[in-house]
């Protein structure tokens, strides 16, 4: 950095800045005045971390931090992506470009990515941790999103690989900001090239237990697959990853469409596998998409309004991905030869406007938009930012992602406990909401269901809302109490109907908060007893 920009930077950290405008503009004038080019946010916050006032200017940081809705939620989201490997399926909708995974497009985001670090998971983990903390972020809690397609059919030796290497570069990770010198781009070792699956196993557990204790904990772990790939075999194999979420790609609910989709499996594989991944306390998001061959808008809604009303379904977490026409895929003959034409912008906007309309509090909105590159988009919807788009127009519903606080303040809440039947079980919404009996401070998941491992009751989720801060920093909404006061509500709950141990699908870097509440690890659960806490 040049003495130039140093003296900009000084001057500005000298300034008390309150808004974005106000910022871009003295980045403006100190340009100007020391004869240099704008700032770079990410100058400013090297800049910053190394004065040693931990507090020197908050309202600033959060300015300068780069799409802070990524970490407002408490966690920063890391996605990974494993290698081309052959799916099973033949939907038609799927585009296949070569040396990319099935369904994914070579210009997307997360896809460039992992090209760039040759599809190694360590330096994907390492690369997207780095590029968090530029940008502001603090990547202590980290939710793993694994993605590449249906999961299951990888060899199994390379799922353990995969993940093992995952916890490791977390575990090894050294904040480039804070030590500029430090080894975070080293050359990745390989592992032995024949290693046993046991040996693969050992090597995981090793890292799992290290990330225990680690800076950067992996809290939570998604992986996605297709229903007819799920049972309970399967999801052994993922606990014993550290999986605590699992996305599947439904698309629709109705046997006829998914026939002429060539989806491969039916409406009852989708059911089935719900229930599996509920009674193993996973959190289930469910892949839809509007506007496939075979359906209209009418339809589409009428599927939608179902998932939430017939007790088979009603996953925890929906992402929509509505159906648009790419190069490489069957649709695209179909579309060519005019069998098959697209919602226009206009409908799908309508579509999703009404879809959001009867989404019930418990369920949280993932995605309204694939993140597919406009130029890839041959036929269909081309508003990328959807969901922007929607709420500049105020458009919002009572959805997990509509009610969170982001980046308010915690003020006086109340619990409120929604309860409804999901697949042969009663599911209990426990949320700690403001004043506004809106406004979500954070909530827990409970299942109350005999017919599991332990005859426990589960904690499927426990989250607390607000900004993600570093341990040991000022703390902001996630350690005003509430968590432990909703694990406290839903053990109440689960010892009112008969329950004497409470299960918890706790990811890897969260097990030491459990214990701190009297769990303890069995097998990849965190378990208490609650007859000797009643």
Same mark, same amino acid.
């Given at each position: ?316 977490? +929906?992402?929509? @991905?509505?159906?648009? =026409? #790419? $190069?490489? !895929? ?8 005019? /069998? ?69 303040? +915690?003020?006086? @809440?109340?619990?409120? =406990? #929604? $309860?409804? !039947? ?8 426990? /949320? ?78 969260? $097990? ?23």
């Amino acid at each position: 950095m040049t003495i130039k920009r140093e003296q900009a930077i000084t001057e500005l950290l000298k300034i008390d800045i309150r808004t974005s405008a106000d910022l871009q503009q003295l980045k403006r004038k100190l340009a100007k005045k020391h004869q240099t080019t704008i700032l770079r946010h990410s100058e400013i916050l090297k800049a910053m971390e190394k004065i040693e006032d931990v507090d020197l200017a908050p309202g600033l940081r959060r300015l300068l931090r780069k799409r802070a809705v990524r970490t407002l939620s408490g966690i920063a989201p890391v996605a990974v992506l494993t290698k081309p490997w052959p799916c099973p399926g033949k939907c038609v909708y799927c585009p296949t470009e070569k040396n990319v995974p099935q369904s994914y497009l070579s210009n997307e985001p997360a896809v460039m990515r992992a090209i760039r670090e040759g599809f190694d998971p360590y330096k994907q983990v390492q690369s997207r941790l780095r590029a968090l903390e530029a940008n502001g972020h603090e990547p202590n809690k980290i939710e793993l999103i694994v993605i590449g397609g249906t999961w299951s059919v990888l060899p199994v030796k390379y799922k353990y690989w995969f993940i093992s290497n995952c916890f490791k570069a977390a575990n090894n990770f050294k904040s480039e900001i804070r030590n500029p010198k430090s080894e975070t781009n080293s050359k990745f070792k390989k592992i032995n090239s024949k290693p046993t699956l046991e040996q693969l196993k050992q090597q995981l557990l090793e890292e799992q237990k290290r990330n225990e204790k680690a800076k950067y904990k992996i809290i939570g772990i998604t992986l996605e697959t297709r229903p007819d790939y799920i049972n309970e075999q399967e999801l052994l194999q993922m606990r014993e990853l550290g999986c605590t979420r699992v996305e599947i790609g439904v698309q629709a609910i109705d046997d006829k469409i998914l026939k002429k989709n060539k989806r491969g499996h039916d409406v009852a594989a989708i059911a089935s596998a719900t229930k599996l991944l509920k009674d193993s306390g996973f959190k289930v998001t469910y892949h839809i998409m509007p506007g496939l061959p075979g359906s209209t808008p009418a339809r589409d809604l009428i599927m939608f309004k179902r998932l939430f009303s017939d007790e088979r379904f009603q996953p925890d977490q +929906i992402k929509f @991905y509505p159906t648009v =026409v #790419t $190069r490489g !895929s069957l649709l695209y003959c179909w579309w060519k030869q005019g /069998e098959y034409k697209p919602y226009s912008n206009a409908v799908l906007r309508k579509l999703i406007i009404e879809c959001k309309k009867i989404v019930p509090p418990h369920i949280r909105i993932i995605r309204l938009i694939r993140d597919i590159p406009g130029d890839s988009i041959v036929a269909g919807n081309t508003i990328t930012n959807l969901r922007q788009v929607l709420e500049q127009e105020g458009v919002k519903c009572d959805c997990i992602r509509c009610r969170e606080i982001k980046d308010g303040k +915690i003020n006086r @809440y109340s619990f409120r =406990v #929604t $309860r409804y !039947s999901a697949s042969a079980g009663a599911e209990y919404f426990i /949320e700690a909401v403001g004043k506004d009996k809106r406004t979500l401070f954070g909530f827990c998941r409970l299942r109350l269901a005999k017919n599991n491992l332990w005859g426990a009751a589960l904690i499927r989720e426990l989250h607390v809302y607000g900004e993600l801060v570093s341990i040991g920093k000022n703390k902001i909404i996630q350690h005003a109490g509430i968590g432990k006061r909703l694990m406290k509500k839903a053990e109440e709950l689960a010892q009112k109907n008969n329950f004497e141990k409470m299960a918890v699908i706790s990811g890897v870097g969260a $097990r030491g908060y459990y214990r701190k509440l009297d769990y303890h690890l069995e097998g990849s659960y965190m378990i208490k007893n609650l007859l000797k806490f009643k």
